[in-house]
């Protein structure tokens, strides 16, 4: 290949100088061919291949490389074709004698010109994207799945995440509720991916038929709800690269929390310490662009949207409500009654005919029965021999002085202390176990071994006056012995006078 100087001098001395091309082939000694490349190039253009590279041995198998590829398409991403086992493929099934590298060198090109380009999008004020995401921590000394809710505002980068146990309605909701407290304000629209909690259904036309608790979150907050397409990820950019971003620097190293109540205190405190950093190209902080963010958000209503599931159910024979594949106690009085279970993240709260009758910590094992001891007292005092069977009572953790003051009174009374000592349990439905506890102690201590007399003590307690015992009830109590003042008993105080 010639050198530039010497273009430039055969160049100079065509156009500048007015000779002809073929004076300067005689002049420079090159040929004539050289000299017009040099009159058409101001450099040198390279090798220039002018047809594609002949592949005899490869030609007639494009097209199964190209039916190889084209399934590989429709294929989970692991399991698609390498170059080298598309090469073992040919070889194998269709006695390919050529090179390994010719196999890749095509493979190569074509997944180049399959890949897919993108459009760079806009992100105006105000509008925000939706996703969840999965990590591992260590939350109560349990190792276990952390699902967390991301909510990125676009325009300025900024972010909101919360970790929960599962990706449930009800935290779908919460998470919403906790983003528009956080940003103080509701985006104008949101992007979402088509999870199963919003989306119900995706119609023929391209629209969405939404879940009811979805439909509920926007007629309550008034935001423009939108769908990416299904299983395009890139459609909703900025979460995808918040869910990322969460999970190698907000969880890694593996979290340590002793409750999710208090990993997401410290998530919170990741978000707010993001907004000082930069991101991408722009000069100002994550917190300076939010304020425009801020400014297009509109305002939080009165009244935050109640972040839980609602399902209808119906109490079972042994006053239990099932939700979610866990049994919750209620009242043996509302047995075989229509309800509505209100599930949250943390709770599950159960209501019959707009009254709560049952609140219970949520559960998120599978086929747990979780009960309230104070639900079946009522029964049991019907049934006093159900009362070291009751499912209900089986480690109810009551202090060491209840179980004493059942030996008195079954000593004391036999099978109707059984049943009186149920009776001394019930007062738990209507007063505090601190209360209840003081008073046996207290009864144990005066000798005085009955429901009665626990329940006037405990009652003396609540109204903060000296206990009144009826004597006569407990006739093994000490007896004062009273005598009639005489006027004689009086000498006694006055000095040198004899009684």
Not at 63 to 72: N, S
Not at 278 to 288: D, V
Request: aromatic share 8%.
């Amino acid at each position: 290949m010639f050198a530039v100087e010497i273009y430039a001098a055969v160049r100079s001395f065509v156009f500048i100088k007015g000779n002809s091309r073929r004076e300067a082939a005689r002049v420079f000694g090159l040929s004539r061919e050289t000299v017009l490349k040099m009159c058409r190039f101001s450099l040198p253009p390279g090798y220039t291949r002018t047809a594609p590279v002949a592949k005899p041995k490869l030609g007639a198998l494009l097209p199964v490389i190209d039916a190889i590829l084209e399934a590989d398409r429709t294929a989970p991403i692991k399991q698609r074709h390498t170059a080298k086992r598309i090469f073992e493929r040919l070889r194998d099934e269709h006695g390919f004698a050529g090179g390994y590298t010719v196999v890749k060198d095509h493979v190569r090109l074509c997944l180049a010109r399959n890949r897919e380009t993108f459009v760079p999008l806009a992100h105006p004020p105000g509008h925000g994207q939706v996703d969840f995401g999965e990590a591992v921590g260590v939350i109560g000394g349990v190792r276990q799945k952390i699902h967390f809710f991301c909510m990125s505002l676009p325009h300025s980068d900024a972010c909101f995440v919360k970790a929960y146990p599962r990706e449930t309605t009800e935290a779908f909701l919460d998470g919403h509720v906790s983003a528009f407290a956080f940003f103080g304000g509701v985006p104008l629209s949101l992007l979402y991916d088509n999870l199963k909690i919003a989306v119900a259904k995706i119609c023929g036309d391209g629209k969405r038929e939404r879940t009811r608790a979805f439909t509920e979150l926007v007629s309550h907050y008034l935001f423009a709800d939108r769908f990416g397409r299904p299983g395009k990820g890139n459609d909703k950019g900025k979460v995808e690269g918040l869910v990322k971003y969460a999970r190698t620097n907000f969880l890694t190293p593996l979290p340590e929390a002793a409750s999710y109540e208090a990993l997401n205190v410290m998530l919170t405190t990741r978000c707010l310490a993001r907004q000082g950093e930069h991101a991408g190209r722009h000069a100002a902080t994550i917190g300076e662009r939010l304020v425009a963010d801020t400014a297009a958000l509109r305002d939080l209503p009165a009244v935050a949207l109640e972040a839980c599931e609602k399902r209808a159910a119906r109490v079972s024979s042994t006053a239990l409500v099932r939700y979610r594949s866990n049994d919750y106690s209620v009242p043996t009085r509302y047995g075989f009654q229509d309800v509505l279970v209100k599930g949250f993240v943390d709770e599950v709260v159960i209501l019959c005919g707009g009254k709560e009758i049952a609140r219970h910590p949520r559960c998120y094992a599978l086929g747990a029965f979780v009960a309230d001891p104070l639900h079946y007292l009522a029964l049991i005092e019907t049934k006093p021999n159900a009362l070291d069977q009751a499912a209900a009572l089986q480690g109810w953790n009551l202090p060491e002085v209840f179980q004493h003051l059942r030996h008195l009174l079954e000593a004391r009374m036999g099978n109707r202390g059984k049943r009186e000592f149920i009776q001394v349990l019930r007062l738990l439905e209507a007063m505090s176990l601190e209360v209840v506890t003081a008073a046996v102690r207290q009864a144990i201590h005066s000798g005085a071994i009955g429901f009665d007399a626990v329940k006037l003590i405990a009652l003396a307690r609540i109204e903060r006056r000296p206990v009144r015992l009826d004597l006569a009830a407990y006739p093994h109590l000490p007896k004062l012995m009273v005598q009639t003042t005489r006027a004689a008993d009086y000498a006694a105080l006055v000095p040198g006078i004899a009684a």
